[in-house]
């Protein structure tokens, strides 16, 4: 189960890192059916490779925490790969005309509760060595990255409606959106050299 939680928790991460690029450039300059096709398939595939992750990566928790962790990791992981398929079923118009509009939303909701199973799951690495202090700093700030951003958006949509982006907000948007970008394949990477280094094998 080890080898396998290692070659699919890559995969993620490659899905992640390279998906998620493609599928800003697809809503460029306005959402369409091809970028709701692309999130749809990505949280698919995420679903799909971390599922062996989530049941691997409990193991230093000790029992009710390490049981919580895995079975939400896990259940999380079949929340995106439903939301996904419904997506891209949408997109295909083939749950009506508007059902793109309403089956994004399950698949955002998704990939909040995964970031913030990420800062979940890190807080069981609390080890001594380099690799359990990285996993925990880092999926501390991968939860965070993407909370604070979906939080904040969801505040403008309802109390700053006349919010306007100038030069002077393009910078930290930039750079949240580039920390969203980057720290869950770098989590992901450094679990994977991590369960690596405690299956006594190099790393993938």
Same mark, same amino acid.
């Given at each position: 189960?080890?080898?396998?939680? @290692?070659?699919?928790?890559?995969?993620?991460?490659?899905?992640?890192?390279?998906?998620?690029?493609?599928?800003?450039?697809?809503?460029?300059?306005?959402?369409?059916?091809?970028?709701?096709?692309?999130?749809?398939?990505?949280?698919?595939?995420?679903? &799909?490779?971390?599922?062996?992750?989530?049941?691997?990566? %409990?193991?230093?928790?000790?029992?009710?925490?390490?049981?919580? /962790?895995?079975?939400?990791?896990?259940?999380?992981?079949?929340?995106? /790969?439903?939301?996904?398929?419904?997506?891209?079923?949408?997109? *295909?118009? @083939?749950?009506?005309?508007?059902?793109?509009?309403?089956?994004?939303?399950?698949?955002?909701?998704?990939?909040?509760?995964?970031?913030?199973?990420?800062?979940?799951?890190?807080?069981?690495? @609390?080890?001594?060595?380099?690799?359990?202090?990285?996993?925990?700093? &880092?999926?501390?700030?991968? %939860?965070?990255?993407?909370?604070?951003?979906?939080?904040?958006?969801?505040?403008?949509?309802?109390?700053?409606?006349?919010?306007? /982006?100038? *030069?002077?907000?393009?910078?930290?948007?930039?750079?949240?959106?580039?920390?969203?970008?980057?720290?869950?394949?770098?989590?992901?990477?450094?679990?994977?050299?991590?369960?690596?280094?405690?299956?006594?094998?190099?790393?993938?």
């Amino acid at each position: 189960m080890v080898l396998i939680a @290692r070659i699919t928790g890559a995969i993620a991460a490659l899905v992640w890192f390279v998906g998620a690029p493609l599928v800003s450039l697809a809503g460029v300059p306005f959402p369409s059916d091809a970028q709701y096709i692309g999130i749809g398939t990505m949280a698919a595939l995420l679903g &799909l490779t971390l599922a062996p992750l989530t049941l691997t990566i %409990g193991s230093p928790a000790r029992g009710r925490m390490k049981a919580i /962790i895995q079975f939400s990791g896990l259940a999380i992981c079949i929340a995106l /790969i439903s939301s996904g398929v419904v997506l891209v079923l949408a997109a *295909n118009g @083939r749950l009506g005309d508007r059902a793109p509009g309403w089956a994004t939303a399950p698949a955002f909701v998704c990939f909040a509760g995964l970031f913030l199973w990420v800062s979940l799951a890190s807080s069981s690495f @609390r080890g001594r060595s380099t690799i359990d202090r990285g996993i925990f700093w &880092l999926g501390m700030l991968t %939860g965070v990255s993407f909370l604070v951003p979906f939080l904040g958006s969801i505040l403008m949509f309802y109390l700053f409606r006349d919010f306007v /982006i100038t *030069n002077a907000t393009i910078l930290p948007l930039l750079l949240v959106t580039l920390l969203v970008w980057v720290s869950l394949p770098s989590w992901l990477t450094l679990v994977v050299i991590g369960l690596s280094e405690k299956s006594g094998v190099g790393p993938a």
